[in-house]
Antibody, heavy 122, light 111 residues
Framework: EVQLVESGGVVVQPGGSLRLSCAAS????????MHWVRQAPGKGLEWVSL????????YYADSVKGRFTISRDNSKNSLYLQMNSLRAEDTALYYC???????????????WGQGTLVTVSS | QSALTQPASVSGSPGQSITISCTGT?????????VSWYQQHPGKAPKLMIY???KRPSGVSNRFSGSKSGNTASLTISGLQAEDEADYYC???????????FGTGTKVTVL
């Protein structure tokens, strides 16, 4: 059974930094691309970032480019999101999600975690 | 990159069919047969319902079907059931720069 468990969400001040983690199990982690997708309270889904199976390719939404960094450690079956220069509009539930391919080529996210809540507030 | 446009709400009676539209542009929906649909119940994580416009993952009811015409993709739910009441989101590949864009979301109500 595929399991994705996010952690690291807290309340942080504007301008602060935070690192989210996602522990994956139940599948061969280093065969698949991974995503971060977020959902602001009461709002829709927003794609944030993608990393390829080997970490060699990374992609970001314009709204986080230059502030967020996605990474992975295949030896630990873990995905990360380093979030810097946080803004109030980054407040959201952040989902770790598995792609159906190694490179994210088919716009298909087949498994999602339960999310970790990030609140940016003074 | 703007979000894909979906109706805010769609409703139907049990047993009826409903269709949710997802309108993009020639840079996303219109250019690639790479549209997926997700169901999200309140307080739950999204669930993949349709991928690559019209393919259904194993375990998803055949009451769910997808299609695309031009810049608009559609999700049809036939034989509407109470358990189908949820939010639905489309997602499209949008090119090598933006990569992915989600729809605005549609709340489905079973009357």
């Amino acid at each position: 059974e595929v399991q994705l468990v996010e952690s690291g969400g807290v309340v942080v001040q504007p301008g602060g930094s935070l690192r989210l983690s996602c522990a994956a199990s139940g599948f061969t982690f280093d065969d698949y691309a991974m995503h971060w997708v977020r959902q602001a309270p009461g709002k829709g889904l927003e794609w944030v970032s993608l990393i390829s199976w080997d970490g060699g390719s990374t992609y970001y939404a314009d709204s986080v480019k230059g502030r967020f960094t996605i990474s992975r450690d295949n030896s630990k079956n873990s995905l990360y999101l380093q979030m810097n220069s946080l803004r109030a509009e980054d407040t959201a539930l952040y989902y770790c999600a598995k792609d159906s391919s190694g490179g994210g080529w088919y716009a298909t996210i087949d498994y999602w975690g339960q999310g970790t809540l990030v609140t940016v507030s003074s | 990159q703007s979000a894909l446009t979906q109706p805010a709400s769609v409703s139907g009676s049990p047993g009826q069919s409903i269709t949710i539209s997802c309108t993009g542009t020639s840079s996303d929906v219109g250019s690639y047969n790479l549209v997926s649909w997700y169901q999200q119940h309140p307080g739950k994580a999204p669930k993949l319902m349709i991928y690559e416009v019209s393919k259904r993952p194993s375990g998803v009811s055949n009451r769910f079907s997808g299609s695309k015409s031009g810049n608009t993709a559609s999700l049809t739910i036939s034989g509407l059931q109470a358990e189908d009441e949820a939010d639905y989101y489309c997602c499209s590949y949008a090119g090598s720069s933006i990569l992915y864009v989600f729809g605005t979301g549609t709340k489905v109500t079973v009357l």
